[in-house]
């Protein structure tokens, strides 16, 4: 294995001005996994209830997500709810269940333990600590997390954070975690933290990693319309790691190239401009890996100047 | 000359969270026309009435601007007021005195009249379409408009533009001029309405450019304060034309490098950048080519993967 995702598997209910889904297939490690596995061989830790769908499973397996980490235990699984705004810029949360996931107690099989990657979807941070704390090996370590573990789990979230290599998180996270409007500032701060790389997600309009010593920013795919954006954002983050997996990327390591992890952005950005083209994880059903390249050729087209 | 700029010459109140000024150099043609001075010699067409400082013209002359197009008239100088919101996105207009600016009728000096390029600032679209008749070489024309021109003098607007090369408006001004929230659609239909380039601003998103053919994103530069977004937009007009008129770009001519369009987006944004960076026209007074060079090639290590 060379990249564990760890998260939530769920069912959603999604409504867009382009429609209404009562249940579908979601969870951000579901999101991960799925546009990881155009990369790299990914494991999912994750709890499922009795009603989990054998055709679900059956898609994330047929995306050769190897699923021996997904537990499945008596109960329902977990289910969420949303509404989008007429600009989908915002949701509102209608509906949340959290069902068997309210017990999740990560546990990794023994064959997750020495993978060199780890993606640790937004959970409780407590919960992400424990997993990165079951990895003997691992050469990048980083996650996501949400306004809720920031203003009510900080000295969690801080101590959990410490240790990461990455972190992901929106323009508006990165701004209450930091208490800096400005995002330059407030990714200064945040370096601080733990993490030696930051990922700030804009939305629609892309995306921007800081390093210490360096930024880069890369602005929003161009979509003709956008079906839902449920899971975009993870779905970043799978081709973010999964593209490093893929590489072999390793900070540590003599001559590493700085842009790669630029790269690494670009194609969690196509990813996640993927995920909106259709409901839920339906666009997984038919995209190919060519599909990828040539978007991020055209990410190259549309920024070369 | 080289460029002819037409548009407002003003006093401005401006109040952000760093603090007020209650009368400073203002005015669409100032910003454009200081802008544009730091790539080729501009002349401006414009009103000011008998308050107009010495001062002020001699801002506008140390930067080789030429001011035989700056009529003076019986009266007070056009004052605009207004505050911002405290995240800078959003200003109120506080007070708008036309004053000399109610009666402005451009009138070119026969040195003008023959100049290649033309940057029509945000004016009555009458008023625009009477100066672009008055210049018999253009090789490019284009300007700005507003939500103002775009609602209640949409006629007069569209035959306007119908002969210009290129638009320079923000989004929400594409979104109400062709009817199409989605930016790719919106910029589709208003290549249909004359002008072969678009470019759409995105404040501190960055800019779109669009043609038939292709587009250009470039990210908005991230600064570490803003002080004063007031006239960024125009700076923004300024370096994008200034550029094209330093470069002697001819849309007509064989083997046009499509990429010089893009690389005006680029000046255009750090002419907007700087012009943030302290109150109104004051970046002006200490603004070197050099810096923009150095800021210009900061955009390609920041962009580049």
Redesign the interface.
């Known amino acids: 294995m060379s990249l564990i995702v760890v998260g939530s598997v769920a069912y959603d209910g999604v409504e867009t001005p382009h429609g209404r889904v009562d249940r579908m297939l979601g969870g951000a490690a579901t999101y991960i996994a799925l546009s990881a596995s155009y990369f790299t061989k990914v494991g999912v830790v994750a709890v499922v209830g009795e009603d989990f769908a054998k055709e679900d499973t059956d898609l994330l397996a047929g995306h050769g997500v190897d699923l021996e980490g997904l537990e499945r235990v008596a109960g329902k699984t977990f289910f969420w709810k949303g509404k989008y705004t007429p600009?989908m810029n915002d949701r509102e949360t209608l509906v949340t269940d959290l069902n068997v996931f309210a017990d999740f107690q990560p546990k990794l099989p023994e064959s997750y333990k020495s993978a060199p990657y780890l993606l640790m979807g937004n959970i409780q941070p407590g919960l992400q600590r424990g997993v990165q704390g079951q990895m003997s090996k691992l050469t990048l370590a980083g996650g996501d997390t949400m306004n809720y573990w920031i203003a009510d789990f900080r000295e969690e979230l801080l101590k959990t954070i410490r240790t990461w290599d990455f972190l992901l998180i929106n323009d508006g996270e990165a701004r209450m975690l930091s208490g800096e409007?400005?995002?330059?500032?407030a990714a200064a701060k945040i370096l601080d933290m733990g993490p030696h790389t930051l990922v700030i997600k804009?939305g629609e309009?892309?995306a921007?990693l800081f390093r210490r010593d360096?930024?880069?920013?890369?602005?929003g795919y161009?979509?003709?319309?956008v079906f839902d954006p449920t899971g975009a954002g993870d779905c970043f983050a799978g081709g973010f790691i999964g593209y490093l997996a893929q590489q072999g990327f390793d900070i540590e390591a003599d001559h590493v190239d700085r842009?790669e992890l630029?790269?690494a952005?670009?194609y969690g950005s196509v990813m996640g401009s993927f995920c909106c083209e259709q409901f839920g994880v339906e666009r997984f059903r038919t995209l190919k890996r060519s599909e990828i390249d040539a978007r991020f050729e055209e990410?190259?087209?549309?920024?070369?100047?």
């Open positions: 600009d409007t400005n995002l330059k500032k804009r309009y892309g921007i360096s930024y880069f920013i890369v602005p161009l979509l003709e319309s842009h630029s790269r952005v670009i990410f190259r087209q549309f920024t070369t100047f």
